[in-house]
């Protein structure tokens, strides 16, 4: 069997990185510098991965760049790696993201006793994780990665967060840990299954799975299906599974916020393509309207809580919530149009609320408050920031001409010959999105100067006065973006208007996947073909 190595540099080399950058504990320059080289040449990988694959031959091979060795040959375990478009996409937008995090930590202060290297390996870390859990092709190997990912990730939020880190660290942990052990059973089940049914033993690999799916009955399936259904239903998260991620992205620092949402949580959406749908076809249809439900219910119950939020932080998360209800309305619509504007959903909100995220870091570093209350009148003192974020907030309430517009159109006319009542329910949550997206921004950048954060900027902290009393030190102490900050959020501002204008590339690359995907569940395409 041919090896191809370069998956597996991609997983070793955050891994390393993690290990480099650890113990310079006492250079936080030089840690951040040597993090950041090595998130830019895994940048470069991911770039020679992505001109590697090739989009013709994903209509008959279903995983390229493949690597597959004996892992525990007792079990059947394989270290086994392999990518379709859908995985590549993801192991893109981690790719992105991760130097663009590295970008906007470069001046955090850190809690007492906390250091860069620190920080910086952790980060390493989960990424290193993340393209393992986006390219295992092996189901054990998958949950193993699914577990690991959640160590570097509690302990950036325990150790580097915000004051109630604590907690909403362990909250992480004890739901993901929970939804992990529930999925173990139904991975020893599959293994189990499988074990009945090839001469050879009870097997991990997903292909021999996806081809054995159709000789499991609707029962058995059912029960395997919601095994991994709660873990990703967890990880998502869905209603009413979600109330760990609004306390874990209030007290994550900035950066880790923007993986938190704009990567870990496409986890589940993945693992609803790669793992539910074809392994567990007959029982992806049959619970499907649960999962409706449960999608447009937290399209719109996420929506109005996002209304009411005045930590902008949690606000964020609660859009992402309301977001990922849109994906999986995409997914469980069972359409291959409604697949793609999903699987580009998940990239789309990845990029679109990682920049909000961050511009919402930025506004905090200058204000100290993250209470939307402690903000007014800031454009007229930050108008670049102001631009930034209301940039950010039109991309994510799917404005023509952004990347987010071109997904959630997909999921919802995908959607919509199979499912319309479910897809007019949910369309009502882009009125909430405008709604919300703009309300804050009104609050925070709009009218005269207000606010505890913005007074306490003008004229000092513990002063009282009035907004003009402070007109001559306004521009001083509430500064606009520094040129670092400008080419951090650069990146982002191009990929949300290249996506919005040009999402063709991508969805080239997603479409056979979704293809194939679609003859794996079994139904005829509702829609009659891929995207153009």
């Not at 029962?219 to 991994?228: A, C, E, N, T, Y």
């Not at 849109?326 to 291959?336: E, M, P, Q, Y």
Request: proline share 6%; charged share 10%.
């Amino acid at each position: 069997m041919n090896q191809n190595y370069l998956l597996l540099a991609l997983l070793v080399l955050p891994a390393v990185g993690s290990v480099a950058v650890a113990p310079l504990r006492t250079n936080d320059r030089a840690a951040k510098s040597l993090a950041m080289a090595f998130a830019l040449l895994e940048l470069g990988l991911t770039a020679v991965a992505w001109f590697s694959y090739s989009v013709s031959a994903a209509a008959n091979q279903r995983f390229q760049l493949t690597f597959d060795v004996p892992w525990i040959p007792a079990f059947g375990t394989r270290i086994a790696l392999g990518v379709d478009g859908i995985a590549l996409v993801m192991l893109a937008l981690i790719a992105v993201l991760v130097p663009i995090v590295l970008g906007s930590s470069w001046t955090d202060r850190l809690p007492e006793g906390r250091t860069a290297a620190g920080f910086c390996a952790l980060l390493l870390a989960t990424q290193a994780t993340l393209v393992g859990v986006f390219a295992a092709t092996d189901v054990f190997l998958f949950y193993v990665f699914f577990e690991a990912m959640l160590v570097p990730m509690y302990f950036i939020i325990g150790r580097f967060g915000g004051p109630k880190r604590q907690y909403a660290a362990v909250k992480f942990f004890l739901y993901s840990v929970l939804g992990g052990l529930i999925m173990l059973g139904s991975v020893i089940g599959l293994y189990v299954v499988s074990a009945g049914r090839l001469p050879s033993g009870g097997t991990f690999s997903w292909a021999a799975l996806r081809d054995l799916a159709a000789q499991v009955p609707q029962s058995v399936q059912i029960w395997l299906f919601l095994g991994f259904f709660i873990a990703f239903a967890i990880k998502a998260p869905l209603v009413p599974l979600h109330t760990w991620l609004p306390d874990a992205g209030a007290e994550a620092p900035i950066g880790a916020g923007v993986l938190l949402v704009g990567v870990l949580d496409k986890v589940a959406t993945f693992g609803f393509l790669r793992y539910c749908l074809p392994l567990f076809p007959l029982a992806s249809k049959s619970l499907a309207p649960l999962v409706l439900v449960l999608s447009v219910l937290g399209i719109i119950y996420a929506g109005l809580l996002a209304a009411g939020q005045d930590d902008m932080k949690r606000f964020v998360s609660y859009t992402s919530i309301a977001h990922f209800g849109f994906i999986a309305l995409g997914i469980f619509a069972f359409s291959t149009q409604a697949f793609a504007g999903s699987v580009l959903y998940m990239v789309n909100h990845g990029i679109t609320t990682g920049m909000l995220f961050i511009a919402v870091g930025m506004l905090i570093t200058r204000g100290n408050s993250r209470l939307i209350s402690d903000y007014g009148g800031v454009s007229a003192l930050t108008p670049v920031l102001a631009g930034t974020f209301l940039f950010a907030g039109l991309a994510s309430l799917a404005l023509p001409g952004t990347n987010s517009f071109v997904s959630e159109f997909l999921v919802l006319i995908g959607s919509f010959p199979r499912e319309p009542v479910y897809t007019i329910i949910a369309t009502v949550g882009i009125i909430f999105a405008a709604l919300y997206v703009l309300w804050v921004y009104q609050q925070v950048f709009q009218g005269p100067a207000r606010g505890n954060a913005v007074m306490a900027s003008m004229i000092g902290p513990g002063a009282v006065a009035a907004p003009s009393s402070a007109a001559g030190t306004a521009k001083s102490s509430f500064s606009d973006l520094t040129r670092g900050e400008i080419m951090v959020l650069a990146p982002l501002i191009a990929l949300i208007l290249l996506l919005g204008f040009f999402p063709g590339p991508v969805l080239d690359v997603i479409n056979p996947s979704v293809a194939a995907t679609m003859r794996e569940v079994g139904l005829a395409d509702p829609v009659g073909g891929m995207t153009p």
